[in-house]
């Protein structure tokens, strides 16, 4: 009896630490999904229903292969409601072949070199007296800030973006959703 009893227990034990396994990598719900820090930025981004149109815009930029790359990058991710905000037609324009490099640009002023979780962005923040800026792939500045207890990510035209979902952990950096395209000088 002992020894089914501790086969049993063993069993349980096994299950409950697999189940456990797998719910420890499911840290972040983005757009209906689970975001996996086992998975790339890509990886990930492409099963949110909220970045579609960042998936589509990072598959005609050619920056695929990039954003899976080691990295670590710190991605400002917006939404598809951040991209349909935009003057219309714009996003259609930029998905044009011709305007690869454009598109290509503000894509990259969206994304930091390095990993700068909420905690750090917090501390760059502190140790700024409320402000901290950091430069992007795309060689601009972003500038972020808190007002109403909210993290606020301004960009070179004055525009500004509220994180609605921090700490998305990736394998290759983090992801911090935002609200509104970033948009470069």
Partial sequence: MPAKFSHLASLTLAAALSVGTVTAFAQVMVGGAPMYAN????????????????????????????????????????????????????????????????????????????????????????????????????????VAKTSGGKVMITDEKGGTATVTIADVVQSNGVIHVVDKVLLPK
Avoid at 46 to 58: C, F, G, M, P, R
Avoid at 99 to 127: F, Q
């Fill in 39 to 142: 998975k790339d930025i890509v990886d990930n981004a492409v099963n949110s229903k909220d970045h579609t149109t960042l998936v589509a815009a990072i598959k005609a930029a050619g920056l695929v292969d990039t954003l899976k790359g080691p990295g670590p990058f710190t991605v400002f991710a917006p939404t598809n409601e951040a991209f349909a905000a935009l003057p219309a037609g714009t996003v259609d324009t930029l998905l044009k072949p011709e305007n690869k490099a454009t598109l290509t640009s503000i894509l990259t002023y969206h994304v930091v070199p390095g990993k700068i979780d909420a905690k750090m962005l917090m501390k760059m923040m502190e140790d700024g007296k409320g402000t901290t800026s950091f430069k992007t792939v795309a060689g601009g500045t972003l």
